[in-house]
């Protein structure tokens, strides 16, 4: 999928608008008894602000009109909304289908990759499937290269043997390792 360029290239308080706009009016609501994704209107935007005491005169101005920055905020809102329920959501796997996938996998694969278990008990209790899927075609495709499974531990970027940039939060995967890795991912299976 490629990036929409109107949201290439802003400002990081572009993006921490977005994130404190969506944490204080909510990811998603119900519809017809679907969950959708919100698109969060200017009232809910400036009660949201108010109610943790910030101005959002950058983004509605007086007469309750967005501002040039405040319609691109909207615009992105919605982009973020279709994108995700036309385009992504049709895309994912409930969990027997990621079971059927697993399965045929694991059968023509035989892996030697790490499989994690849910964190299901009893009767519910089995393989991770989704996230036993990413490594055994991460397995397959790494040509006998080294791979990080299950990192635990903060991804760091060095330059001359020195740290330039630790990331904030631990990673589910790191190829070859969370130390200078080519990639990492965070596997997000419910």
């Known amino acids: 999928m490629r990036p ?42 400036e009660r949201a602000f108010a109610e943790i005491s910030l101005d959002a005169h950058h983004l509605i101005d007086r007469r309750g009109k967005p501002t040039a920055y405040g319609r691109l905020l909207c615009e992105y809102f919605e982009y ?34 790490p499989i994690p278990l849910n964190k299901q008990s009893g009767r519910k209790k089995a393989p991770a499937f989704f996230t036993g899927i990413i490594n055994m075609l991460i397995e397959a495709n790494a040509k006998g ?27 589910d995967g790191a190829f070859p390792s969370a130390v200078n890795p080519i990639a990492v991912w965070e596997i997000k299976e419910y």
């Not at 299950?150 to 970027?157: H, I, K, N, Q, S």
């Open 4 to 45: 929409d360029p109107r949201f290439l290239n802003l400002p990081k308080d572009f993006w921490a608008n977005v994130r404190l706009i969506s944490q204080e009016v909510g990811y998603t609501t119900t519809i017809k008894g679907q969950k959708e994704i919100k698109v969060p209107s200017l009232q809910e935007i």
């Open 80 to 113: 973020r909304a279709s994108v995700l329920g036309k385009r992504v959501e049709p895309l994912l796997m409930n969990a027997e289908q990621a079971k059927k996938v697993f399965e045929e996998l694991r059968a023509e694969l035989c892996p030697e990759c």
């Open 145 to 171: 290269m080294t791979c990080d499974y299950d990192p635990r531990t903060l991804t760091t970027v060095t330059r001359n043997s020195k740290p330039v940039r630790t990331l904030a939060r631990r990673i």
